[in-house]
């Protein structure tokens, strides 16, 4: 049994049911939950009115109830038992209406007749409901009573913050969504891997790098995350990754940064490569996150995505299939495991050097293994090229990339040659 | 119809029966012609001796008449029906001589029977006719009379020249030459095809570049006019096109710089890759054109090819069977349509930047579309990929090529999101 | 008859029989030979002990007899039938065994029962002999003798150099290893190939680059070397080359150096690509020779390797089968042919400019041929290339390949031009 994958799940399912959206209560909720699991998370707000660049943080929303209630008085659509049932930011309404009228506020897939759509209007103002093709298809004419006990009002955009210090004030950055409401892949797997990474890197007890981890709404929260943190942001973060539809069973997935060739994509190609090398890459013109935001330009952060089926490419993207029978333990350990490793390699990352001109002798050092097997004769070679490359011109992920193995393979190598001071590191790299 | 075609056609047929060479009256007629297309056109001549670079202008020469009889006073070749009759540069000849003799002063093509091929000895003084195989084969034995009226002289070598101004002193630069007598795609078409370019360059109100043109004797000319206009010229050119064989009706050509990567290169594989994606690309080892003199160490202008096509690669090439059923009205108007493509992007370059950090609200500002279709989805995506790349980095055309779309396809983008102030020109590209 | 081959070939049948090691008078009697056909070479003694980075000169070997007598009294081995049975550095010995305890002193190949293997062990005290499978498997119970007359011991590291001085300090250098007792092709090939070459360079009356050769032992050897000479060379070497497995009649091969992209490397693919397309390209991760000494980082000497079939990859390697019936007179004829291009190419490149500017009037210099022919429009169209790059930038290697020809077809155009003064040289390349 996979303990890690089960608790993710367990922590998907306790944040399923709450109504998230890009600001209200279902935020705070949210990040409440997170901070039970990750005690160093601090909770932020940023009042409606204020001015992020291009961009204004809107009213806050809110809901409390909505119904559709039929001609013979059926609550046909009930938020209680989902809230993927009211499009996101929908107006307060209390009406009755006829089902003509009805038809104009509905929201339905003809080509998914069994799934309820995920639709938001933040920045135009409508009331509306989500419903299954099935159902809508069987409404009966007549007289609804359709009902909606939202607010839309001044408030704040509410977002998480996790900083843990490293030996270094450069940083890694981890950016993660929690705007949306009852959808599991996209995008409960992205708060919850996040959430266990965080943890993992809190109990390590020396970080070579800060960790600068954020839960946030996607687009407007980036946004004013972005526009409170940029200077030093763009000082200091060295690699990041946009966590997101990390937690399905299928194929793992990779979108670079608009660069194309940072620390982050490097890292990101390097795991890809030795750990699922079926990947799916995809192109900086198949983005569709917050690294929109993050890369762009004058922005220019290190930021690429490490995803299993990634956002808009799966048929269950943005309805109510995407659940939790689609994320699974499993998936979102292959997604964690994927994430974890693409920090261990940033960890260890660094130029070395080899302390002696030709190749050491080995021999004196006993560095040679005494019992000569396939095994041992694959470490030596390792351990070889490692030294071969060692010229202070090239990172330890240079030389794994260049002598074609896993960049893990050579940590224990590395701290055997560093032992013997054989190798010497020259700086971050 | 295509009435553009049809009139570069006619010019091409206006021009035809004119007997040109490197020197001499031919040129001045066919120049005086192009001058009633475009006014704006100025002669120039530069006198027999001249030396430019490791080159001498030539003496001029000029012919009136040529005709062979036959033993039964026959004109069995008559220059008055075909100028391609004369080995170009003959030097006069009023002779009798047998057949065996007249046989050295021949010159015609086994392989192509039906055809009288095109011949010049601008360097070696000889004279001599050409003649299809044909008709070679059925010379009867006895005296000819063989009769040249021609005249090498000191006089001048005459080219003519367009400069039109634009904004910048930066220039554009078009080369086509009118040193062929009748032949139709090499070489009517390129004078043709550039002198309705430059009508439209003539009508253009706000040209952002400024515009050399010139109408020259191939080789010498380019030399000489190198020679009088180097310094000029190596300060100015940012991009320039050799224009020849434009006007038939079957492939589209590229033909490098010696450089390979110059502005005028990007431009012709961008407008072809999109144009006509079947284009043939041939590497600077295939050149023979004035690229050669161009593109040659020290000079180093930007200059390619954009062909249909090319000179050498299609049977017809330098024989009587390159005329005016070869080149057609539909050949010329796509060649045509290449080449102002290319200038188009060339003015239409510039580098761009973003105004706003992050993504900017396009909502606030009426930038999305009202009516979401299938067109207005690309559109939109579009406006977000160039947004995305205009980073005071990267040219319009780099953007283009970035995000997989023809320039033109951005245009109204770009005016649309200057007139928003969401992209500011950096400079020009 | 292939002279040339026949008399490498005997070379190597002269040095077969001697018991060659990394120290010790077989390398002395090595040398002797080799300096009778290479009057300039000079032998030099590195005292045991003198410690070389990260090494220490290792005592002395020296052997004048071995032998495994059966309980028959029969030699079923015989140092003096094949100095292959004992294994090298092996301690002095003289005992009776029986046969269970000799077994743990024998190496043999079950996989190659018909071989006897090499085997050293330098660094660990042992002794030990080497035997063919088949002998292996009949040996009988009993008691054997077992002897060994070796000696280790203080002494020297002996090495032979030859410096052959040029018009510029700078070096080509030329390495190989004399440390292998009676295998063939790994390794008499290189020192006899070498020996070959530096006597064609002995010869040659301008030379342009001063050439150091090495003939030393493997690995020690090369440190030894380097740490005597690392400064000098490391400012004066362009190109050198590690000269091993060159004698066999089968594949050519190339092995880069660490840099990959070296004056070396660019040469060894010209020449292999142009005289043996389907040669053999490996990587630095194949590397297994002296270039894990000279492309060490820090080292960092432009050094790659052009050989015949490369150590390690075929079967007969470090085996008996590795004989002078695997090396032929043809083998050794091929990889001195292909060592001797490579060194033709570096003497001849230079970076070329043109004297003119456009291309240069040829015919009032004669320098069109006066017969057209297939060969000289091929001639013709190789110098209007070579002109068309010569703009002081591109070396005439660089050009010999962007042309796509071979070097040495160029030496005589480049002649022929420097002669009319149309090309001058900037500088060697």
């Known amino acids: 049994m996979d303990d890690l994958g089960e608790r993710m799940h367990r922590l998907c399912r306790e944040l399923f049911p709450i109504c998230r959206s890009i600001t209200g209560n279902g935020l705070r909720k949210t990040l409440g939950v997170l901070k039970d699991n990750l005690p160093e998370l601090v909770v932020h707000e940023i009042p409606t009115g204020e001015v992020c660049f291009d961009w204004t943080i809107p009213r806050e929303w809110n809901i409390r109830d909505a119904y559709v209630m039929d001609p013979d008085g059926n609550k046909i659509i009930d938020f209680q038992n989902s809230n993927l049932y009211v499009v996101g930011y929908s107006l307060p309404v209390d009406r009755t209406v006829t089902l003509e009228e009805l038809q104009g506020h509905l929201y339905s897939l003809p080509d998914q007749p069994a799934a309820i759509p995920y639709v938001t209007s933040y920045y135009e103002e409508r009331w509306g409901f ?31 913050e996790v900083i843990l210090p490293g030996r270094s004030e450069k940083e890694v950055f981890l950016s993660t969504y929690i705007c949306h409401p009852s959808l599991a892949n996209n995008e409960l797997s992205g708060p919850v891997v996040t959430t266990f990474v965080a943890k993992w890197l809190s109990g390590l007890k020396d970080r070579s790098y800060t960790y600068r981890i954020v839960f946030i709404p996607e687009g407007i929260g980036a946004i004013a995350y972005l526009s409170r943190h940029l200077e030093v942001m763009k000082q200091r973060v060295k690699a990041g990754f946009n966590v997101t539809c990390i937690g399905d069973d299928r194929s793992y997935s990779y979108l670079p940064s608009r660069n194309g060739n940072t620390l982050s994509d490097q890292v990101a190609l390097h795991v890809m490569k030795h750990m699922h090398p079926d990947y799916i890459a995809y192109t900086y013109l198949d983005r569709g996150s917050d690294e929109r935001q993050y890369c762009s330009p004058g922005i220019d952060l290190p930021v690429s995505s490490v995803m299993r089926s990634k956002y808009g490419e799966y048929p269950e993207y943005h309805t109510s299939l995407d659940d939790l029978h689609l994320v699974t333990p499993s998936g979102l350990r292959g997604g964690y495991d994927v994430l974890l490793q693409c920090i261990r390699c940033i960890e260890h990352n660094e130029t070395l050097k080899l302390t002696v001109l030709c190749e ?16 041992s004769g694959r470490q030596v070679r390792e351990m070889m090229n490692l030294i071969a490359y060692s010229d202070g011109q090239h990172s330890l992920l240079d030389i794994a990339d260049k002598i074609g193995v896993p960049m893990w393979d050579l940590f224990p190598i590395v701290d055997r040659l560093k032992t013997h001071r054989l190798l010497v590191p020259t700086g971050e790299a």
């Open 130 to 160: 989500c419903i299954s093709e099935e159902q809508r298809r069987h409404l009966k004419s007549g007289t609804y009573r359709v009902y909606i006990d939202s607010e839309l009002s001044n408030g704040s955009l509410t977002y998480g």
């Open 360 to 375: 050491p002798q080995l021999d004196k050092r006993g560095l040679y293994p005494t019992l000569s097997t396939k095994e």
